[in-house]
């Protein structure tokens, strides 16, 4: 069972909830979509987890590349920007090293699947519409690829067989089947900055050997998350923000 995580954005009350959740299941084997850090107050701690769980991959984000490459033009808006600016201040030397070599996607897990954190040709494109999507699958070989980046869980399906494309909406605790003569791509949300309206961290399991998707939904101390931004000096809105899943 692989656990695949995207968009922690340096919130580890968050991603204690998830590990917890992972050490219950036993599960051990964690794919990491990107954007590690940027927007949240604990880029050293989260990364210091990270490291300890010794992923089976990671894939850049545009916030990671953002915080760790410097003279990096950062088209962000105002409280993006002095959150990365803020984080690349912040991050030891070594974690700062561990960041500047994450490979940026497309990437391969072992033949089975594929990762990005935007689209599969763009790190910083939002795949939202179906267009887009359907560009996308031209793009990558296998039939599952799985991209974060929009912080909205879900996915597209491409039947090849009827010649349609649609989206897929996840439903929390329940198995979604992956149906042969199907291609994918799905987004897991985000651990550390939900943005459906729905405050509760995000994330999913795959089970190669059934090929299927579980969403999980899961409450986290979002409370504790925003004062620590606040106490950070960062900007209020993305304290306030976290409470509504904007
Ligand atoms: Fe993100």
Redesign the pocket.
């Known amino acids: 069972m692989d656990l695949i995580l995207?968009?922690i954005?340096a919130n580890l009350h968050a991603l204690r909830v998830v590990l917890r959740y992972a050490k219950r299941r036993a599960i051990a084997r964690f794919v990491f979509l990107?954007?590690l850090v940027?927007?949240g107050a604990q880029p050293n701690q989260v990364l210091d987890r990270i490291q300890e769980l010794k992923p089976r991959i990671i894939v850049r984000?545009?916030?990671d590349r953002a915080c760790a490459l410097e003279g990096e033009d950062l088209s962000f808006s105002p409280p993006a920007r002095m959150a990365a600016l803020w984080t690349r201040d912040r991050l030891t030397r070594e974690h700062l090293r561990f960041l500047q070599e994450v490979p940026s996607g497309l990437l391969s897990v072992e033949g089975d699947y594929q990762i990005t954190?935007g689209s599969p040709i763009d790190e910083d494109a939002y795949l939202l519409h179906p267009r887009e999507a359907l560009r996308a699958f031209d793009t990558f070989t296998s039939d599952l690829c799985f991209f974060?980046?929009t912080?909205l869980p879900g996915g597209f399906e491409l039947d090849e067989v009827r010649g349609t494309m649609g989206w897929i909406q996840l439903e929390a605790g329940t198995w979604f089947q992956l149906r042969p003569g199907c291609r994918y791509l799905i987004n897991p949300g985000?651990v550390g900055?939900p943005r459906d309206r729905d405050a509760r961290l995000s994330f999913v399991t795959y089970d190669p050997a059934r090929r299927r998707v579980k969403l999980h939904r899961m409450p986290y101390d979002h409370v504790g998350a925003a004062r620590t931004i606040r106490a950070a000096g960062l900007h209020p809105h993305l304290a306030d923000r976290l409470a509504h899943g904007i």
């Open positions: 995207s968009d954005h990107g954007d940027g927007y984000g545009n916030h954190h974060g980046h912080h985000s900055q």
